[in-house]
């Protein structure tokens, strides 16, 4: 259980990729260092899965044989102070139909530091210094891994870009080479950890991934933080067919039974009449809670409204931010200060 001596700032390490990654950072980062008599961060790290393979990352991991910035680049600018012109820049995306067309600005800022140190941690390091980002993020692996999906018929798909292309049933997923190791710096964050989270995000291309590494899950299961899984607010057409809040957490535990989840986050507010016709002419369609069991997976379900507002069905960064926190407190067993979610 996290340290509870008087209000010291929770360490919390966030694992995934994608959109719901650096969504739930840009919600936490304004608790970072701000004493409050409520939860506040003393430290945020993320770790960050490495295996995309399409569009600028893809194109640059080819062309440079590095690992893709992406994912990473997206984090260091959740973390950063949203104002700064350099903030904007990392956003930045090259238009036009020449060799920079689909480019970011951010992802050739972190190709051009890996060539000048030769590191791609280092760059990473150095380029959050750059942005003052208010955390530390780390790559799953520093491995050049893929990933492999074997479909229901016996089919392999390698690469994210061909299995979320195939929106196919996945019977299996693994990584290529499976013997790769994580940083001993992202071991040592989730081994002091007071909270780690995992999730919101693309079940079988940001979430497992990060599972999938030696030795990470062994280190969550062992780690003394509490342990939450933030459910996706959709499922992924092809992919998550058809899977509600149980059928997700199941499906994490496949992979990695030694991870217990404390508590599992789910949005409890309908999405409008107008969003699901959008959602469901793609096939996607809003997670349920389901024949939820507690007794089969041991955990706290924490119903909250987290939608936030606009045409396309995202998580509210403060909401889901605040409500992990209260999680956190609610481990502490000190009574929750913050702002009702």
């Given at each position: 259980?996290?340290?509870t001596e008087g209000n010291r700032g929770l360490k919390l390490v966030a694992?995934?990729?994608?959109?719901?990654?650096?969504?739930?950072?840009?919600?936490?980062?304004?608790?970072?260092?701000?004493?409050?008599?409520?939860?506040?961060?003393?430290?945020?790290?993320?770790?960050?899965?490495?295996?995309?393979?399409?569009?600028?990352?893809?194109?640059?991991?080819?062309?440079?044989?590095?690992?893709?910035?992406?994912?990473?680049?997206?984090?260091?600018?959740?973390?950063?102070?949203?104002s700064t012109l350099l903030a904007r820049l990392f956003r930045y995306r090259?238009?036009?139909?020449?060799?920079?067309?689909?480019?970011?600005?951010?992802?050739?800022?972190?190709?051009?530091?890996?060539?000048?140190?030769?590191?791609?941690?280092?760059?990473?390091?150095?380029?959050?210094?750059?942005?003052?980002?208010?955390?530390?993020?780390?790559?799953?692996?520093?491995?050049?891994?893929?990933?492999?999906?074997?479909?229901?018929?016996?089919?392999?798909?390698?690469?994210?870009?061909?299995?979320?292309?195939?929106?196919?049933?996945?019977?299996?997923?693994?990584?290529?080479?499976?013997?790769?190791?994580?940083?001993?710096?992202?071991?040592?964050?989730?081994?002091?950890?007071?909270?780690?989270?995992?999730?919101?995000?693309?079940?079988?291309?940001?979430?497992?991934?990060?599972?999938?590494?030696?030795?990470?899950?062994?280190?969550?299961?062992?780690?003394?933080?509490?342990?939450?899984?933030?459910?996706?607010?959709?499922?992924?057409?092809?992919?998550?067919?058809?899977?509600?809040?149980?059928?997700?957490?199941?499906?994490?535990?496949?992979?990695?039974?030694?991870?217990?989840?404390?508590?599992?986050?789910?949005?409890?507010?309908?999405?409008?009449?107008?969003?699901?016709?959008?959602?469901?002419?793609?096939?996607?369609?809003?997670?349920?809670?389901?024949?939820?069991?507690?007794?089969?997976?041991?955990?706290?379900?924490?119903?909250?409204?987290?939608?936030?507002?606009?045409?396309?069905?995202?998580?509210?960064?403060?909401?889901?931010?605040?409500?992990?926190?209260?999680?956190?407190?609610?481990?502490?067993?000190?009574?929750?200060?913050?702002?009702?979610?």
């Amino acid at each position: 259980m996290p340290n509870t001596e008087g209000n010291r700032g929770l360490k919390l390490v966030a694992i995934g990729g994608g959109t719901g990654l650096s969504t739930l950072l840009a919600g936490l980062k304004q608790f970072v260092g701000e004493r409050r008599d409520g939860a506040w961060l003393e430290s945020l790290s993320a770790i960050v899965t490495v295996s995309d393979d399409g569009g600028s990352s893809g194109r640059l991991r080819e062309e440079l044989q590095m690992l893709p910035p992406g994912d990473i680049r997206n984090c260091m600018i959740a973390l950063s102070e949203d104002s700064t012109l350099l903030a904007r820049l990392f956003r930045y995306r090259f238009g036009g139909s020449g060799d920079l067309a689909g480019h970011s600005f951010g992802n050739l800022f972190l190709a051009a530091l890996t060539e000048v140190t030769g590191d791609f941690v280092e760059a990473v390091r150095l380029s959050s210094e750059v942005l003052a980002s208010k955390g530390h993020i780390y790559p799953a692996t520093i491995t050049d891994v893929r990933l492999v999906a074997e479909l229901e018929d016996g089919t392999e798909l390698y690469g994210e870009t061909q299995i979320t292309g195939a929106r196919a049933c996945i019977h299996r997923l693994r990584l290529e080479p499976e013997k790769c190791l994580p940083l001993a710096k992202a071991l040592a964050a989730i081994d002091e950890a007071d909270v780690i989270t995992i999730g919101p995000g693309s079940l079988y291309t940001s979430i497992l991934p990060n599972l999938l590494v030696a030795r990470v899950a062994d280190a969550i299961g062992e780690s003394k933080a509490i342990k939450i899984f933030a459910t996706n607010l959709m499922t992924q057409p092809g992919e998550t067919d058809g899977y509600d809040v149980r059928r997700h957490l199941e499906t994490v535990d496949s992979y990695s039974p030694q991870i217990k989840f404390d508590y599992v986050i789910v949005n409890n507010r309908a999405i409008s009449e107008e969003q699901a016709a959008l959602y469901r002419a793609d096939g996607a369609y809003q997670v349920k809670l389901d024949s939820f069991d507690k007794a089969v997976l041991d955990t706290e379900v924490i119903p909250a409204d987290l939608l936030d507002d606009g045409d396309m069905v995202r998580h509210n960064s403060d909401r889901l931010a605040r409500v992990v926190l209260v999680c956190g407190e609610k481990a502490c067993h000190r009574p929750a200060a913050l702002v009702e979610a």
